[in-house]
Nanobody
Framework: VQLQASGGGLVQAGDSLRVSCTASGRIFSSGAINWFRQAPGKEREFVAGIRWGYGTSIYADSVKGRFTISRDKAENTVYLQMNGLRLEDTAVYYC????????????WGQGTLVTVSS
């Protein structure tokens, strides 16, 4: 399985953006797809995760109420809808497969850059 992240870009504060993560192979129902992000000079942090089978999700406190994670099983794709973007959301966003919210993910995709300007 490979993960392909896409959809990053340059937006203004307050705007919305949706990033996508598409898997090339089967995602096991017991697993999860997670989004992490890494801002310049900072450690990678968990953003949101969704259990592939049940569709339940969890969020970091910093994005709760602004970001929504969802999955499309038919398309083997997980989306992260980001609303009300802030300057501090600027980061490279990575998707990963493994246990939900765990730092030790089984598989990482390449990142997609999200830049929020004032």
């Amino acid at each position: 399985v490979q993960l392909q992240a896409s959809g990053g870009g340059l937006v203004q504060a307050g705007d919305s953006l949706r990033v996508s993560c598409t898997a090339s192979g089967r995602i096991f129902s017991s697993g999860a797809i997670n989004w992490f992000r890494q801002a310049p000079g900072k450690e990678r942090e968990f953003v949101a995760g969704i259990r592939w089978g049940y569709g339940t999700s969890i969020y970091a406190d910093s994005v709760k109420g602004r970001f929504t994670i969802s999955r499309d099983k038919a398309e083997n794709t997980v989306y992260l809808q980001m609303n009300g973007l802030r300057l501090e959301d600027t980061a490279v966003y990575y998707c990963a497969a493994g246990e939900i919210a765990s730092r030790s993910q089984r598989l990482w995709g390449q990142g997609t850059l999200v830049t929020v300007s004032s």
